[in-house]
Each structure stands twice: as C-alpha cells, then as structure tokens.
C-alpha cells in the first residue's frame, strides 16, 4: 500500500452509496483529509465528527468499513496516529453494527493487520500504547498475542507495558494470567501491577495474598489506571465487582478484606476509594452491609469521609442503625442556620434511624431541604413506614401550608404527600389543605382524600364544599376526592370527559380512573372510543392510552371482544418497537384483567415471554387466561423466574409467580426461587440508585413469603 499517500482513491470511492448516524457518508473524505492537514484544531474537529458520526455512541455503520483503510494509513503514515488507533479500537471495540452483517467493522480493522501491527515498535510510547489497545479488539487472537507477546520483553514504558499486558489478557485470558503473575512484585510500576490485577481478576484466577498485596499497593488506584480502561470505571470498585459477581464465599471475604483494608487507610484518597468499593458491594452483596460497618465506622475519621459516606449510610437504612451515633452530631448542629453538610448527613439519619432524626428535622425545618426530601420519599415506598409522625413537625408543616402562594418547587407535592402519609393523625391541617386547593388544586386535593375518610362525618362535610368549588374550576385530583368522600361520581364523570379530549398521557390517566368506576361510567364509553388512536401510531404514549382504553371499556362494559381487539391492535404495533417494552408490559397487565376472555391474545403474549422485561406480565396474563393450549404453568413460571434472575423486572416476576402458586414450580424452580429470596447476590440492580438495596431487601421478603406459603 502507498504510504507516501494515505488518501489514494479516497475522491474515487462512491461515499454517497454508503450511510453513517447522520446519513449519507458524502462528508467523510472532507474529515479523513483534515486529519492529515497540519493545522491540529482542524484535524481536532475531523476526529471528534467522525467519533460522532462513524463511531456514533459505539454504533459502526457502512461508512465506518469504508473508511477503516483509509484511517489505517493514515495513522501509518504518522498522522495523529495513537487517535486514529484508538478510533480504530473502538470501530473494532462495537458490538452494535447498522445496517451490515455482524463482524464487518471488525474484519475491516483485521484486514489492516500488515499495517497496525508494526506500530507496536513506533518511536512514540504513546502509539505503542494506543496500538497495543486497538490490536487488542480485533479478537484475531493468534497473530496480534503473538505481536504483543514480543512487545512486552523489549518494552520499556510502563504504561506501553500494562496495555500490552492488558491486551494480551483480553485475547487469551489464560495467557494473560500466566504473565501477569510475574507482574504482581513491588519493583513493578503502579499501572504494571495493576493490569496484573486485572489479568487476574479476568480470566477469573484464584484471589490470593500477593494478589491482595499488589491492589492494596497501587492504592489510590485512579492515578495510575490506563486512559484506554475507562470502562472499568474506579479501579478498587472494580475488583471488588467481579470479585462479587462470581458469588463465591472465598471471593466475597477477598472482596470484603480489600474494602476493610481500604476504609482504614490513613490517606484519605484511598478511604475515598474503599467507600466507593463499599457502595458497589453494599449494592451487589446482601451479606456486605453488615460485613463492612466496622470498616465504614473506621474509615469516619473526620467530617468529610463520614460525609463521604452519608449517602451510602442514607441507602442501607435500618441495616446501618449501628452507625447512627455517627450521624447525629453532624445532623443536629446549627439547626437555626442552613448547613449543607448537615443536611446531607440528616437525610442519611432519615433513612437510618427516623426516630432520632424527627425532632432534629422538626428543629430545622425549612432549613434541611435534603433531609426533608428523604423523609417524604419514604411515603412512597412499600418495604417501610412512612416518616413518623410529630405534633411538632405537624405544626410546622401547617406553617409553611399556611402561605400556599409561597410554595416553590417540590414545596407543594413534599408537603402535601407527607401529611397524606400520615392519614388521620393529619386532620388538623385540613383548614390549610382547603386553602391551598385553588394554588395547588392536585396535590391538595389529594392529601385530602386521603386524611378526610378516617375523620368524623362533621370533618369531612366541611371539606366537600372547597373540593366541589376546585372540580368545577377544573381540577380531576378534586372530582375524585369529591367520589372518595360522597360517592357523588358527577363531577368526576364531567372531569373525565374533558380529560378523554385531551393528549396521550391525560386520556391514559381517565381511562384508568374511569376503568375504576366501572359501569358507573357507562356514559364515558363513547367519549372513550373516541379516545381510541385512529391512526395507527406506534408512539409510547399512544399505545399506552389505547391499552388503558381498552381495560376501561372492558371493566365499564363487560364487552371482551371489543377489548381484547384494542389490545391485540397495541400489542401488533408495538411488539417490533424496542422503545415500547413497557408498553406491552402494560397491555399485557390490561389483558390479565379479562381473565380467560384474553384467550385470543394468546399468540401475542407468548411472543413476549422471550423479553426478560415484557415476560413476567405475559406470563401473569397468559395464566389468568389459560385453557387448552395454554403453555404449561412452570413453562410461564421459568419465563418470570428468567427475568428476576435477570433483573429485568423483578417486582413483575414476584407478581407472575404469586398469580402461578407455589405449586406451579418444579423442584428445580423452587430451588432457584430460593436462591433469589436467601442468596447472597442482588437481584434489584436498576432504577433509582439509592433504592436499590431497599428495593431488593423488600423483594427478598416477598420472594420468601411466597415461597412459604
């Protein structure tokens, strides 16, 4: 190939006959020949369009093959070569290709071995190390291991060193392991012991001392972890990960030791890394919250590391009570004044131990916006009670409710929902509840509706007036406190019927409150049909609406055969739409409610139970509508047990196995069922951050109780 010229027959190529992210590839030669234009912003700005266009968030496209020759000469020809390497391992890195087979990109990299490979011995320890990462990705085991097995003698660089050893590893784990266990010796530098480590970790060798030894020295490990690892994330943390994943008892005490070791360090760089570490156990590991709280109550040497850790402290909840008396002194100071770290460590308190962080918050109310946040959080959850109650936080509630004109932000909802939490015992700030329904209509409205019912007959009178005057200025939150409060459904069904004239999220909403109703909203019926999408749309909202329709139609009606055909309808449009998951989860919800009535739904919810997330509702529905031909029960409970395995929906699989039974499972269901309840390993790993211990503590419970009942 003529290196003298690295573009030859690039104006000859037809670059308009392939595509990219954006589309037609016609700008391509333009960026690959700014790459080698001398001027370094110019050919800055080329890299950085064709990262986003060729390379577009890891996706490979036609163009991206077409240009691999082109950018394999142009690094060979020494422009801006260790960039266009590492844009090169990337292209050779993805997995998502579009609109060509599998492997294409890849093969297109491997093509250009003859001219990669001797990059390896450039003069630049940079290019060598680039190199060594991009060759590393092609997977063409034989020829590049070889290339950088004769790399590693001769290299002298240190971080050349590591990504050699590194790459070696990601060909040939076992080879790499064999290498690295050379590597692991306090002569070494940092980044050399490091991808030893990893060498280690990867081909999933026996965890041993010199390995415990060599972490614990590259400690802080974020100074010296290669540019190119990027996705590994924090070194420590990342150990401890796959020391955890491979859910070994062996492995967690190795992974816990690490933590401790970490957490008791006097360098408060690497106490910062050994929190992290913790967080990522505490996440992954159910039997790691109660191992590393003497680590955790060690490392709390001062102020900013027990901060550090407040948040960690704030997501194990009652588990962390023991370390309360960590949190209290800094929760309660300057209660007068507003003071972010005490905030934060009163959130953590919130969580932790509410009865000791109750007076504190009542103390500072208006001043501890975090920990007031923590604490209306927990009315939303089920796996706890909701924040105590208080006369004193009562009255300041009613105080800041007093001024509703005033409310800001979160202000409104954070309120309101917290004295509906506490139900009755909230009566005495009706008065203000009423007041704020013409500022804050929805969530007044609702608060009241849920404090009024428990309240004597004379109490909930005098809130019918203000609800009704709120319901006819508009306000469906007040319609059915009107209904919850009176049984009056007037004002809902006029509410309702504006509602269903609405967008796509305001007429799933009706549907579902008039579904509610029942036949009582047999005069909805054809505003609901009106509702029905008429143009076929496959948009989220619009199919969630239809679902909701048609469940409503179903329970208002009793007429299955106009249901099941909406729902059949939204499960065809959305079955090939990878942004509609959820959407047919729904729908899948809505045709469990017809019972066997769904049987004609059948083809379309088996289809689901080959998606982890879409299964579980499948299944439920698939069950509630069983009849000759169903598939057989432990064939739907296998589909829901996959997806709490998985993690995909778990909260879906509890629900589609309790509708199954207990006896629906085989033996070997039950087993894996109880591994999922008592297991060490979580089975909650998505969603909100901060929840997912608690999430996952509350589906070990639910798990457990079905398995016992």
């Not at 369009?49 to 077409?66: I, M, P, R």
């Not at 849920?450 to 009178?461: D, G, M, S, T």
């Not at 106009?562 to 729908?587: K, M």
């Not at 769904?598 to 299944?619: I, T």
Request: glycine share 8%; charged share 20%.
């Amino acid at each position: 190939m003529d290196l003298v010229d690295p573009l030859a027959g690039l104006d000859s190529f037809p670059w308009d006959s392939v595509s990219h992210a954006y589309g037609s590839a016609d700008d391509v030669p333009v960026l690959l020949r700014a790459l080698t234009d001398p001027d370094d912003e110019a050919a800055e700005d080329a890299l950085s369009e064709l990262y986003g266009s060729v390379l577009h968030q890891g996706t490979v496209y036609t163009a991206t093959a077409a240009a691999v020759p082109f950018l394999a000469r142009i690094a060979a020809a020494g422009h801006r070569a260790g960039d266009v390497l590492a844009l090169l391992g990337g292209m050779a890195e993805s997995g998502d290709e579009s609109g060509m087979e599998p492997g294409t990109v890849r093969a297109a990299v491997v093509a250009q071995l003859p001219l990669l490979i001797p990059m390896l011995d450039d003069d630049s320890a940079g290019v060598r190390k680039a190199a060594a990462w991009a060759l590393s990705h092609t997977r063409a085991a034989g020829e590049v291991r070889d290339a950088l097995r004769a790399r590693w003698e001769p290299e002298s660089d240190p971080g050349v060193r590591a990504e050699v050893l590194s790459g070696i590893a990601r060909l040939d784990p076992e080879a790499g392991a064999a290498l690295a266990a050379g590597a692991l010796t306090p002569e070494q530098p940092g980044v050399v012991r490091l991808a030893a480590v990893f060498a280690h970790v990867d081909a999933g060798a026996a965890w041993t001392g010199p390995l415990h030894q060599a972490m614990l020295s590259v400690l802080p490990a974020e100074a010296v972890r290669s540019e190119f690892d990027e996705e590994r994330g924090e070194p420590l943390a990342s150990v401890v990960e796959a020391l955890l994943d491979r859910d070994q008892d062996d492995a967690r005490e190795a992974a816990f030791a690490l933590i401790d070791a970490a957490a008791r360090d006097g360098r408060a760089e690497v106490r910062a890394e050994g929190l992290w570490a913790a967080e990522q156990a505490c996440q992954r590991s159910r039997s790691a919250p109660a191992r590393l709280l003497p680590a955790l109550r060690a490392a709390a040497v001062d102020e900013k590391t027990l901060l550090g850790m407040a948040s960690l402290l704030g997501s194990l909840g009652p588990a962390a009570a023991p370390l309360a008396d960590l949190l209290v002194p800094h929760a309660g100071r300057n209660a007068a004044e507003g003071d972010d770290p005490a905030d934060r460590a009163l959130a953590a308190l919130v969580h932790v131990a509410p009865e000791q962080a109750l007076p504190l918050l009542t103390a500072a109310f208006g001043r501890r916006p975090r920990a007031f946040g923590a604490a209306v959080g927990r009315g939303i959850r089920t796996d706890g009670p909701v924040f105590p109650y208080a006369d004193g936080l009562l009255a300041a509630v009613r105080a800041r409710l007093a001024h509703p004109e005033d409310l800001k932000g979160n202000e409104p909802w954070q309120l309101t929902h917290l004295l509906a939490c506490w139900h009755a015992a909230a009566a005495p700030a009706l008065p203000e509840l009423c007041a704020a329904l013409p500022h804050h209509p929805h969530q007044a409205a609702r608060a009241i509706a849920a404090i009024a019912p428990a309240c004597p007959a004379e109490v909930r009178a005098q809130v019918v007036d203000p609800l009704r005057t709120a319901a006819e200025a508009g306000s469906l939150a007040a319609a059915q406190a009107v209904h919850t409060l009176t049984g009056d459904h007037t004002p809902l069904l006029h509410r309702l019927r504006q509602e269903l004239g609405g967008g796509a999220h305001e007429v799933a909403a009706a549907a579902r409150i008039a579904g509610e109703l029942g036949p009582r909203a047999a005069e909805l019926a054809p505003a609901l049909r009106e509702a029905l999408s008429a143009s076929g749309s496959d948009t989220t909202p619009v199919l969630d609406a239809d679902a909701a329709i048609a469940e409503a139609l179903w329970r208002i009606t009793g007429d299955a055969a106009e249901a099941v055909a909406v729902l059949d309808s939204v499960l065809t449009r959305a079955a090939d739409n990878a942004w509609a998951r959820w959407t047919v989860v729904r729908a899948a919800r809505a045709a469990r409610s017809l019972g066997p009535a769904a049987r004609p739904l059948a083809p379309r919810l088996e289809a689901a139970l080959d998606d982890p997330v879409r299964a579980p509702a499948a299944a439920a529905a698939l069950a509630a509508a069983s009849g000759p031909g169903s598939p057989a029960r432990d064939a739907l409970a296998e589909a829901a047990l996959r997806s709490a395995e998985l993690g995909a929906d778990p909260d879906g699989a509890c629900e589609a196995l309790e509708a199954l039974g207990r006896d629906a499972l085989t033996p070997g269901q039950v087993r894996r069922a109880t591994v999922l309840a008592d297991g060490d390993r979580r089975v909650v790993l998505s969603g909100v951050v901060d929840e997912f211990i608690r999430r996952d503590e509350a589906l070990r419970a639910r798990i457990g109780a079905f398995l016992t009942t």
